[in-house]
């Protein structure tokens, strides 16, 4: 059974930097390209990052490029996203993904599965 526990969340101000991370297990995780997502209050899903499965290669949303970065450890069965210069939208639900076959590295619909989410909110 496909679990992906996300974890790393929380209160930052402006500026700060926060490291979300995401404990996949029930797959062969080295398989799979993985995403991260994310829900702001009022918002549709947005889709935020993609990675290969190697982790050799990395996308990004323009609003986070320069500031979030994405990484996976095969070995460890984690994914991870480095977020800095954190600003007031980054607010949102973020959520890790398993990436459907097939589907567009940038659609935040194109995962088969999907953590629970961690809160990432960022105020003074």
């Known amino acids: 059974q496909v679990h992906l526990v996300e974890s790393g969340g929380g209160l930052v101000q402006p500026g700060g930097s926060l490291r979300l991370s995401c404990a996949a297990s029930?797959?062969?995780?080295?398989?799979?390209?993985m995403m991260w997502l994310r829900q702001g209050p009022g918002k549709g899903p947005e889709w935020v990052s993609t990675?290969?499965?190697?982790?050799?290669?990395?996308w990004y949303a323009d609003s986070v490029k320069g500031r979030f970065a994405i990484s996976r450890n095969n070995v460890n069965n984690t994914l991870s996203l480095q977020m800095n210069s954190l600003k007031p939208e980054d607010t949102a639900l973020y959520y890790c993904?398993?990436?459907?076959?097939?589907?567009?590295?940038?659609?935040?619909?194109?995962?088969?599965?999907r953590g629970q989410g961690t809160q990432v909110t960022v105020s003074s």
């Open positions: 993904a398993r990436r459907r076959a097939g589907a567009f590295l940038e659609d935040a619909d194109g995962y088969d599965y």
């Open positions: 029930g797959f062969a995780f080295s398989d799979y390209y």
């Open positions: 990675i290969s499965a190697g982790g050799a290669h990395g």
